[in-house]
């Protein structure tokens, strides 16, 4: 908004930084101690423990739900190679911890300092305040020394990673002949040779269609499969299932109304007066009487407000709008400014009113009241609001009944089921590379679901959480191993396959042939050339970054030249070069300096790539199995 209002962060900011206090810099105490939860991997013999590294899932679960939104899929990072890769983050950032250490990089007080200040989530009255810091780390069971600590090793890790990457150069001359390669344009003409036209002609015989099933006899294998029943606890379905009273409905909408409509709205006019920080006295006397003195003018002419507020006001934001804030309701302003505007009437003029910006006149333009929906309006919303709150406290000790019901009679559903209130749903043929549905398909469930004693003895799973605060449990009820189509059933696919396979073979050959031949000098009437049109490496798209390849390999000195290439679709793509554009870029223009960029952080990353690789050899690293860890 304007200068002097309060400035405040958004609700996801403050979250997410209490959320990564315990962890942000490797490890509360209580995340680093392996206790009896073991340990997911060992740095030069510091543990990365199992708590640590479960938690840098989750953290990467909610940043993947964040930015994808509904099509967010839980299992994304529930599979081996996601969680690996989580894993390798957290070694590499102990590795250049590590390694700052060892090369005595220091922090100087003044920055330390000034880098926690500088968060704005310890910050009162737009100002970091020691107390709301010591607070807030309180809560978080640590000291300021332990937070100090911590955020020092993340700006030495900075740091390190600074030299790393900002030591990268770029010859100029590279850069050159990229900038050139990529501002090069093409005007070309295709003709394409497609499979389609060879495809009748293009007849398998018996002994390559027993030659393909032979060597592709994986191929037509079906998988193993299965049908599940299975019963899913959420929290939501549970809630659904509450019982709530019009008595509690009505209590809570009484109790919580400004949560239900519009809050009250003031619009105000200012003219403001600052004060330095450093002032006198003398000096904020001396404003103060100046400030009057506007206030008598205003109160004699209050339409010259505007006016006097371009010409005088010191908030840079309002005074070019006249002196206008606009609408706003409690919570936006600072608290001396704000409690004076809503006491005012409207038309009403006030001042000087001092806050930590200095003084202002104000006046109240216009109020806005407050909007608050009818008790019907919101009736559903509140019973829906009250279901997950009384659901939401005992779901932990409701999950954990869930699991051990599963686990204690563990040949049917039927009693938790009925246990929850739950049904017990059907699944139709599943392998394990089914998708669908989604609930009981993530990598985990499959894993349980084709594991030996739910296979072999149909016992139930375990009970697992595919997404927060929903648990799935499932038994196998029929089971078919995996089994060999003959050839017989497969045979069609295969022919069709094959006849595509020579058509293409085909068109490819007759494309090269009509190709040496333009080479050679020769004229082929027959040639049916498309549109002319432009290619660049600025504007590839589709299958023009294969063809781009073989513009760039061919020799374009005398035009027209010719080159062709196999399209992705099995056919075959004759070129001809009409004409190439070559701009001249210099080393000052912002296409240069933007390429220039780029290949320094491609350099960079392949210089800190190594450099990670050389500290892997220096310190000893010990990663714990994948099936220890999950």
Same mark, same amino acid.
């Given at each position: 908004?304007?200068?002097?209002? %309060?400035?405040?962060?958004?609700?996801?900011?403050?979250?997410?930084?209490?959320? @990564?206090?315990?962890?942000?810099?490797?490890?509360?105490?209580?995340?680093?101690?392996?206790?009896?939860?073991?340990?997911?991997?060992?740095?030069?013999?510091?543990?990365?423990?199992?708590?640590?590294?479960?938690?840098?899932?989750?953290?990467?679960?909610?940043?993947?739900?964040?930015?994808?939104?509904?099509?967010?899929?839980?299992?994304?990072?529930?599979?081996?190679?996601?969680?690996?890769?989580?894993?390798?983050?957290?070694?590499?950032?102990?590795?250049?911890?590590?390694?700052?250490?060892?090369?005595?990089?220091?922090?100087?007080?003044?920055?330390?300092?000034?880098?926690?200040?500088?968060?704005?989530?310890?910050?009162?009255?737009?100002?970091?305040?020691?107390?709301?810091?010591?607070?807030?780390?309180?809560?978080?069971?640590?000291?300021?020394?332990?937070?100090?600590?911590?955020?020092?090793?993340?700006?030495?890790?900075?740091?390190?990673?600074?030299?790393?990457?900002?030591?990268?150069?770029?010859?100029?001359?590279?850069?050159?002949?990229?900038?050139?390669?990529?501002?090069?344009?093409?005007?070309?003409?295709?003709?394409?040779?497609?499979?389609?036209?060879?495809?009748?002609?293009?007849?398998?015989?018996?002994?390559?269609?027993?030659?393909?099933?032979?060597?592709?006899?994986?191929?037509?294998?079906?998988?193993?499969?299965?049908?599940?029943?299975?019963?899913?606890?959420?929290?939501?379905?549970?809630?659904?299932?509450?019982?709530?009273?019009?008595?509690?409905?009505?209590?809570?909408?009484?109790?919580?109304?400004?949560?239900?409509?519009?809050?009250?709205?003031?619009?105000?006019?200012?003219?403001?007066?600052?004060?330095?920080?450093?002032?006198?006295?003398?000096?904020?006397?001396?404003?103060?009487?100046?400030?009057?003195?506007?206030?008598?003018?205003?109160?004699?002419?209050?339409?010259?407000?505007?006016?006097?507020?371009?010409?005088?006001?010191?908030?840079? *934001?309002?005074?070019?709008?006249?002196?206008?804030?606009?609408?706003?309701?409690?919570?936006?302003?600072?608290?001396?400014?704000?409690?004076?505007?809503?006491?005012?009437?409207?038309?009403?003029?006030?001042?000087?009113?001092?806050?930590?910006?200095?003084?202002?006149?104000?006046?109240?333009?216009?109020?806005?009241?407050?909007?608050?929906?009818?008790?019907?309006? @919101?009736?559903?919303?509140?019973?829906?609001?009250?279901?997950?709150?009384?659901?939401?406290?005992?779901?932990?000790?409701?999950?954990?009944?869930?699991?051990?019901?599963?686990?204690?009679? %563990?040949? !049917?559903?039927?009693?938790?089921?009925?246990?929850?209130?739950?049904?017990?749903?059907?699944?139709?043929?599943?392998?394990?590379?089914?998708?669908?549905?989604? @609930?009981?398909?993530?990598?985990?469930?499959?894993?349980?679901?084709?594991?030996?004693?739910?296979?072999?003895?149909?016992? +139930? !799973?375990?009970?697992?959480?595919?997404?927060?605060? !929903?648990?799935?449990?499932?038994?196998?009820?029929?089971?078919?191993?995996?089994?060999?189509?003959?050839?017989?059933?497969?045979?069609?696919?295969?022919?069709?396959?094959?006849?595509?396979?020579?058509?293409?073979?085909?068109?490819?050959?007759?494309?090269?042939?009509?190709?040496?031949?333009?080479?050679? *000098?020769?004229?082929?009437?027959?040639?049916?050339?498309?549109?002319?049109?432009?290619?660049?490496?600025?504007?590839?798209?589709?299958?023009?970054?294969?063809?781009?390849?073989?513009?760039?390999?061919?020799?374009?000195?005398?035009?027209?030249?010719?080159?062709?290439?196999?399209?992705?679709?099995?056919?075959?793509?004759?070129?001809?070069? %009409?004409?190439?554009?070559?701009?001249?870029?210099? +080393?000052?223009?912002?296409?240069?300096?933007?390429?220039?960029?780029?290949?320094?952080?491609?350099?960079?990353?392949?210089?800190?790539?190594?450099?990670?690789?050389?500290?892997?050899?220096?310190?000893?690293?010990?990663?714990?199995?994948?099936?220890?860890?999950?």
């Amino acid at each position: 908004m304007f200068d002097f209002v %309060n400035k405040k962060k958004t609700v996801v900011q403050i979250v997410l930084l209490i959320a @990564v206090l315990p962890f942000m810099f490797w490890g509360v105490e209580s995340y680093r101690s392996a206790g009896d939860a073991g340990y997911a991997a060992v740095v030069d013999g510091e543990e990365i423990s199992r708590q640590e590294y479960e938690q840098a899932i989750r953290n990467q679960q909610e940043n993947l739900r964040n930015m994808l939104g509904e099509k967010f899929d839980a299992s994304l990072l529930d599979n081996p190679q996601m969680r690996l890769a989580v894993l390798e983050n957290l070694i590499q950032e102990r590795l250049l911890r590590r390694e700052a250490e060892r090369v005595g990089l220091t922090v100087l007080d003044s920055r330390l300092t000034a880098e926690i200040q500088n968060i704005s989530f310890f910050h009162e009255d737009e100002k970091f305040s020691y107390q709301r810091y010591r607070d807030l780390l309180q809560r978080q069971g640590m000291s300021p020394a332990m937070f100090e600590a911590r955020v020092a090793g993340e700006l030495m890790r900075q740091q390190l990673l600074e030299g790393i990457t900002g030591s990268v150069i770029v010859p100029r001359t590279v850069a050159g002949k990229v900038a050139s390669l990529s501002a090069t344009t093409y005007e070309i003409n295709r003709m394409t040779i497609s499979p389609e036209q060879y495809i009748d002609q293009a007849e398998p015989d018996e002994a390559a269609i027993q030659s393909y099933y032979d060597s592709h006899y994986q191929d037509f294998t079906l998988p193993e499969r299965v049908k599940v029943e299975y019963v899913v606890l959420s929290l939501d379905e549970l809630a659904r299932q509450e019982q709530i009273s019009d008595e509690e409905i009505r209590k809570y909408y009484d109790e919580h109304q400004d949560e239900f409509g519009q809050a009250e709205e003031r619009r105000a006019s200012h003219i403001l007066l600052s004060v330095p920080a450093d002032a006198t006295e003398e000096q904020k006397t001396s404003i103060k009487a100046r400030a009057e003195q506007i206030l008598e003018q205003v109160r004699q002419d209050p339409e010259k407000l505007p006016e006097l507020a371009a010409e005088l006001s010191e908030d840079p *934001g309002s005074a070019k709008e006249g002196g206008d804030l606009g609408f706003f309701a409690r919570g936006l302003m600072v608290k001396p400014f704000e409690d004076e505007v809503f006491q005012m009437q409207r038309g009403e003029i006030r001042g000087p009113v001092e806050t930590p910006f200095g003084f202002h006149i104000i006046r109240l333009t216009e109020v806005k009241g407050a909007d608050v929906a009818g008790l019907d309006d @919101v009736k559903e919303q509140i019973r829906q609001l009250l279901q997950h709150q009384k659901v939401a406290d005992r779901f932990g000790e409701l999950s954990e009944d869930f699991s051990n019901i599963v686990y204690e009679q %563990n040949d !049917t559903l039927q009693p938790v089921a009925q246990m929850f209130n739950l049904s017990v749903q059907q699944s139709d043929w599943i392998d394990r590379n089914s998708r669908e549905p989604s @609930v009981i398909t993530n990598e985990r469930m499959l894993q349980a679901i084709f594991s030996e004693s739910a296979v072999r003895d149909h016992f +139930n !799973t375990e009970s697992i959480e595919v997404a927060p605060d !929903t648990f799935v449990a499932a038994r196998v009820v029929e089971h078919r191993p995996a089994s060999a189509q003959s050839i017989g059933l497969v045979k069609d696919r295969i022919v069709a396959f094959l006849k595509r396979q020579l058509a293409s073979e085909q068109a490819e050959n007759e494309g090269k042939q009509k190709l040496a031949g333009l080479q050679a *000098g020769e004229v082929d009437e027959s040639l049916e050339w498309g549109e002319s049109s432009e290619v660049s490496f600025a504007q590839k798209k589709g299958d023009n970054e294969e063809i781009l390849h073989a513009l760039f390999q061919t020799d374009v000195e005398k035009l027209p030249a010719y080159t062709g290439v196999v399209t992705s679709k099995g056919g075959y793509d004759l070129i001809r070069i %009409n004409q190439v554009k070559r701009p001249d870029i210099g +080393n000052e223009s912002s296409q240069y300096n933007l390429l220039f960029d780029q290949l320094q952080q491609i350099y960079g990353q392949e210089e800190l790539s190594a450099y990670i690789a050389g500290l892997r050899q220096r310190y000893e690293v010990t990663i714990r199995p994948l099936e220890e860890n999950d």
